[in-house]
Every structure is written in structure tokens, then in C-alpha cells.
């Protein structure tokens, strides 16, 4: 009886790293804040953005929360502002999501236009008004925890 085996050959390759990459808030899992950024992906294609809320203590319900359509990000000492296209788990206003209880967690996720590639710090604004709204400023996450996520790798076997 003859068994034909196939043999992997090892070979250098040359992973590129460069885009998508992600970086994780090392804050992004401090139950103490009410809302904090968990990570950053960015890719030739979009920003993405992804938020832990915590519902408040102060209404027997947890109150609610929304997006305003004209939320936006921009980088540090820039005036170029990215413009939100898409909201994951969070409703644009006038409508809300209302919580069934205090102290509930919600995890949504913002997508914005491509940043240029050197960016390392921007702001992250819903709405600059009075009022409660989800505003981040100076978020420099060049120091965060970053992951490269790298297409799949083809192997070649003989």
C-alpha cells in the first residue's frame, strides 16, 4: 500500500501589516465611567469606532441615549472633520433608545470616512452645544494597544 503525504515547506513571507489596524483603549474596560471608546480600527476604507455606555443611576429606567447625524471625528490641530455615514446600535435622533434599567450596558459603533495614516489623535464630537452629549477631545490612542489584522495567508504546499 502506498500513502502519498503532502509536505508543507516553510518559506519566508512578508506579512503585511499595515492596514487594517486596531487599537484597544486600555481605559476601554473601566467599569467606573458611564461611556468610554473600547478600540479604533482603521482601514483604507473607513474609521471605526467602538463605545461602552453605561446607563444612568440617576432615572429609575437608565434614561436613553442617540446619535446626532452630524457627529464627526477630526484629527488633532486639523480643520478637516469626518463626517459619521453609519451608526451600529445606536439610533441618529430624533429617536432614542430607552434602557429598562440603571447602571445597563450598551455597546455601540460609530464608522467614519478613512483618517490619513498619521493620524494619532482626534477629537470625537457629537454635537458641540450645551446639553449631554458624547464628546471625546484630545483622544490620543498612538500609545493604545495595537492589533494588525492581516488578510489570510495562502500557503503552498507541494
Known amino acids: 500500500m502506498h500513502?502519498?503525504?503532502?509536505?508543507w515547506i516553510e518559506t519566508d513571507r512578508k506579512l503585511k501589516v499595515n492596514s487594517p489596524f486596531?487599537?484597544?483603549n486600555p481605559e476601554g474596560m473601566d467599569y467606573r465611567k458611564s461611556l468610554r471608546i473600547k478600540c479604533i480600527e482603521a482601514t483604507d476604507d473607513h474609521t471605526r469606532i467602538d463605545f461602552i455606555y453605561k446607563s444612568s443611576m440617576?432615572?429609575?429606567n437608565g434614561g436613553w441615549i442617540q446619535m446626532e447625524r452630524n457627529a464627526y471625528i477630526q484629527p488633532v490641530e486639523s480643520a478637516i472633520k469626518y463626517t459619521l455615514f453609519r451608526a451600529i446600535s445606536i439610533p441618529?435622533?430624533?429617536v432614542k433608545?430607552?434602557?429598562k434599567n440603571q447602571g445597563e450596558y450598551h455597546c455601540y459603533t460609530l464608522i467614519f470616512p478613512a483618517?490619513?495614516?498619521?493620524t494619532k489623535s482626534i477629537h470625537i464630537i457629537e454635537?458641540?452645544?450645551p446639553g449631554s452629549y458624547f464628546n471625546f477631545f484630545h483622544v490620543d490612542f498612538s500609545a493604545w494597544m495595537s492589533v494588525p489584522h492581516a488578510?489570510?495567508?495562502p500557503r503552498k504546499n507541494n
Open 151 to 153: 488578510a489570510d495567508i
Open 3 to 7: 500513502t502519498k503525504v503532502k509536505k
Open 115 to 118: 483618517l490619513p495614516k498619521n
Open 127 to 129: 454635537k458641540i452645544a
Open 22 to 24: 486596531k487599537w484597544y
Open 92 to 94: 441618529i435622533a430624533p
Open 97 to 99: 433608545h430607552y434602557f
Open 58 to 60: 440617576i432615572y429609575d
